[in-house]
């Protein structure tokens, strides 16, 4: 599908939505992967090639290029807003380029971009109201067909918050529905659940954002 990036937002990743129906919504919502607290600058995947959005379309490497490629050229750099408003929300694109086959953080072939916010709208960033990335487009659909098996259960790390991270694990019913999880014990022997898609459970006064996109992804190539 070829498609063109009209605005980036900034959005809630619903809780009622699973999370292995948020898989096959990489393009819709994609979680904020990393944060630069002193710069509030915040970092994510727009749009990962070759894996089905919500409406079951996908893009392939070259044209998620081609679509980055021109949001710049037009100058939309600041077409940021904050869940669907379509109005500018202060927050313009500070870094933005795609993502490179050893890319330790982020999906190979993705679109990232780094946006910079403002004080209201980093104070939502912070607590999680906003959490993710979503593309506003108009594009060309070409018939095609793609499979997806959702494996029982998958593994990753969280983020790195106050100096530590986790190993995580999600489980997932025959349907692909999501049965919970938890991370790892910390240090200091604490753990967290996991009960919605993108963020775990808040213990010790904190939280830890994580994606299982990159095992869903993984597994596919198992397969």
């Not at 819709?28 to 959005?53: C, N, S, T």
């Not at 070259?62 to 980055?68: F, G």
């Not at 793609?146 to 019913?173: N, Q, S, Y």
Request: aromatic letters at 10%; hydrophobic letters at 35%; a negative charge.
């Amino acid at each position: 599908m070829a498609s063109e990036a009209r605005f980036v937002r900034l959005a809630k990743r619903a809780s009622a939505v699973s999370p292995a129906r948020q898989a096959l919504a990489v393009r819709d919502e994609v979680r904020i992967k990393k944060l630069d607290q002193a710069e509030q600058v915040v970092f994510g995947e727009v749009y990962a090639p070759g894996f089905p959005d919500s409406q079951g379309d996908f893009m392939t490497p070259d044209e998620v290029k081609k679509m980055a490629y021109n949001f710049l050229r037009k100058g939309n750099t600041s077409n940021i807003d904050v869940n669907h408003s379509q109005t500018p929300s202060g927050s313009y694109v500070v870094e933005s380029f795609i993502a490179r086959p050893d890319d330790a953080l982020f999906i190979p072939g993705s679109w990232v971009i780094g946006v910079k916010v403002p004080d209201d709208v980093w104070a939502s960033v912070k607590s999680g109201d906003l959490n993710g990335f979503s593309l506003d487009g108009m594009g060309q659909r070409a018939e095609a067909v793609f499979e997806i098996e959702m494996p029982e259960l998958l593994k990753g790390e969280t983020d790195d918050v106050e100096g530590h991270r986790h190993e995580f694990t999600v489980k997932f019913d025959d349907e692909g529905r999501f049965l919970g999880g938890r991370t790892s014990y910390a240090r200091d022997g604490h753990f967290h659940k996991i009960d919605r898609g993108t963020v775990t459970e808040t213990v010790n006064g904190h939280n830890h954002r994580f994606s299982f996109v990159e095992g869903v992804l993984g597994a596919q190539v198992q397969h």
